[in-house]
């Protein structure tokens, strides 16, 4: 199998308390996958580890991405490599327009950027301070725009569909669908992995694997579909029961 | 971090200096320097000044309307000089007023006929090219009655200077309606001081905008402009940008007098600290009632070995005003910094870009052609690195 990336028995924590407990993951090339997870269960700091933020302090395992160990790397070598993130809470930059960032992110690899933003309708976004002011769905269409000229061979969304109002959810579904090239027919060459808490981002965009994260561990792994209408039957807790019953 | 005391006495004079006629014989360096600061004749503007040391070498205007000339041929030709020389600043306020009327180095004298807009800036210059000299200038504005005019100064030393004293005494008169938008773009050197003495009077309905812009590292700056609005309607503001860096003393204010009702004026600072002190006072009185005044002062610590300082005062003798302010001194955000470097930015890179934003402050009133001018600036000065 052609991984795109392989997490390994990954332990990581932050000022010193354990948040990732012995992870394990592969996701192959042209695949997207799903965790769904409570709040505080490890789900976005498995992201920030996978991007590298300093605060998550990897204390074991390897993170290995086109083959490469990544682990020790900085952001903005990850980003290089080919790793983009959308933030669940991004901050305001005062005085930088979302046109400056999105020159920067675009490089020289040729997308265009009034294009883009035309087709998502942010054109208007294009000279304001990035993020300031800023609605909880327009926050994540400017994520995605970021993404999307980016051009990322592996996409980290961290709760893409919260605070977002049923008006947006439906282009930024599609948004998503562009990023994961989910327009195109297979073989597909970008990969997702999707952090959610309601998993009703699943009604937008289809996953390939899912799994289930509790306390900083993954419990579960299987059909995203099926995992989530469990979850949505029986709750997180139900996941807790379902494993105590596999135990036995 | 005590302030750097300079003595006025311990530079030769700028007379004593062998200057060059015209502008032409600065070398390519030095040329390439002003031009970064908008001296630049592919920029439309409508009239220039320039001088070196104590000596004018260009003075010319484009349009009807406007009067440019060095100060001592004002003070010969012009009628009614004794009512603007020393009226809004006192030759008695300090050792460095008190030596720029005992030995002046020239300077400009601008006046706007009434009713002239002028639509492109007047550039004026001055640069200090010779060593261990006081440059000692005087300038005066005036702008008649429902007039315009948008004037921008760029002054600087050699790049090769070790050490230099500029004063620069400047009275601005801005009649009923009219309109003086004021930028200045400067680049001192690590061991030049600057003492720059400002007063402005701004009559009914006119309209003062000044802009400081400070960017590369100068030894000590101390300043502080007082502008009072003496007729109704009449507005000010006051944005200064200015990068800190170690060694340096920059103490930086500007005052405005509220003295008629509906008067307003705003007072807007951005510092970023590398290094050194920075002082960035602002004061607002209101001295009638139905004013408004607001005072902003942010500033930027990218260091632990400097201080920065923000010194907000409110005055009002009376009860219906609206006087505010806000200050805020920090540290560049980690979380900005990771948002960038997630996007594929280095820390310096992220740094930088944080810096210019935070600087980028939006002018109002300020021309397109200003504007740009600015932003260059900020780009030249290649900021967090």
Not at chain 2, 291 to 318: F, N
Request: aromatic share 8%.
């Amino acid at each position: 199998m052609n991984y795109l990336l392989e997490i390994k028995d990954l332990w990581v924590e932050i000022e010193g308390k354990e948040v990732l407990k012995g992870i394990s993951l592969s996701i192959p090339v042209g695949e997207t996958h799903i965790i769904f997870g409570r709040n505080g269960s490890g789900k976005t700091s498995l992201l920030m580890t996978i991007m590298g933020f300093p605060a998550y302090r990897v204390k074991h395992g390897h993170i290995i991405f086109k083959g490469e160990d990544i682990t020790h790397l900085p952001p903005y070598e990850r980003a290089k490599r080919g790793i983009g993130i959308m933030f669940q809470r991004p901050p305001t930059i005062k005085g930088v327009k979302l046109r400056e960032i999105l020159k920067l992110c675009a490089k020289e690899n040729g997308v265009k950027i009034e294009e883009l933003a035309r087709t998502f309708q942010f054109s208007s976004f294009l000279d304001r301070e990035v993020n300031k002011g800023f609605s909880g769905g327009e926050l994540k269409k400017s994520e995605l725009l970021q993404l999307l000229v980016q051009d990322p061979d592996l996409v980290l969304l961290d709760e893409p569909e919260s605070g977002v109002d049923l008006e947006n959810i439906h282009l930024i579904g599609e948004m998503i669908k562009k990023l994961l090239q989910k327009d195109v027919h297979r073989p597909r060459k970008k990969s997702g992995l999707i952090i959610t808490h309601t998993g009703f981002i699943l009604k937008y965009v289809t996953a390939d694997l899912g799994y289930v994260i509790m306390n900083g561990e993954i419990y579960c792994k299987g059909n995203p579909l099926e995992i989530f209408e469990g979850i949505q039957k029986f709750g997180y807790e139900g996941c807790q029961q379902c494993l105590k019953r596999c135990e036995f | 971090m005590a302030e750097k005391k300079v003595d006025p006495k311990a530079f030769k004079s700028a007379k004593e200096t062998r200057v060059v006629e015209d502008i032409s014989q600065l070398s390519p360096e030095e040329r390439e320097r002003l031009k970064l600061l908008g001296l630049d004749e592919n920029i439309p503007h409508e009239g220039e000044f320039v001088q070196v040391d104590a000596k004018p070498i260009l003075c010319r205007k484009k349009v009807e309307g406007l009067e440019i000339m060095p100060i001592t041929q004002a003070l010969k030709t012009f009628d009614k000089i004794g009512d603007y020389l020393w009226k809004v600043v006192s030759p008695e306020k300090d050792e460095f007023t008190r030596a720029a009327a005992e030995d002046l180095d020239d300077g400009y004298f601008i006046r706007v006929l009434p009713g002239y807009k002028l639509v492109y800036p007047v550039q004026t210059c001055l640069y200090i090219k010779s060593d261990k000299i006081s440059q000692k200038v005087h300038n005066i504005v005036i702008v008649e009655e429902g007039a315009e005019l948008n004037l921008i100064t760029s002054c600087s030393v050699h790049p090769h200077i070790n050490s230099a004293l500029h004063i620069g005494i400047s009275e601005f008169y801005i009649k009923k309606g009219g309109k003086l938008t004021f930028t200045m773009v400067h680049m001192w050197g690590e061991k030049v001081a600057v003492r720059p003495r400002t007063g402005i009077i701004v009559e009914e309905g006119g309209t003062y905008i000044s802009t400081y812009v400070s960017l590369f590292p100068v030894n000590t700056i101390q300043t502080s402009p007082v502008c009072r609005l003496v007729g109704e309607d009449a507005k000010a503001s006051f944005v200064s940008i200015i990068v800190n860096y170690p060694d340096s003393h920059l103490d930086i204010g500007g005052e405005v007098h509220l003295e008629a009702e509906n008067t307003r004026t705003e007072i807007i600072s951005r510092n970023v600290v590398y290094g050194g002190v920075n002082i960035a006072r602002g004061k607002i009185v209101a001295k009638a009632p139905k004013v408004k005044g607001h005072l902003e002062c942010q500033g930027l610590m990218l260091t632990d070995k400097g201080l920065m300082m923000a010194i907000p005062e409110l005055d009002s003798y009376y009860s219906d005003v609206e006087l505010t302010h806000e200050a805020a001194v920090g540290k560049i955000a980690r979380e900005e910094v990771e948002y960038l470097m997630a996007r594929g930015l280095n820390e310096q890179e992220a740094t930088s870009l944080i810096v210019k934003g935070f600087l980028s402050v939006k002018i109002d009133g300020l021309s397109p052609e200003l504007q740009k001018q600015i932003d260059k600036t900020l780009e030249l000065a290649k900021l967090g690195f």
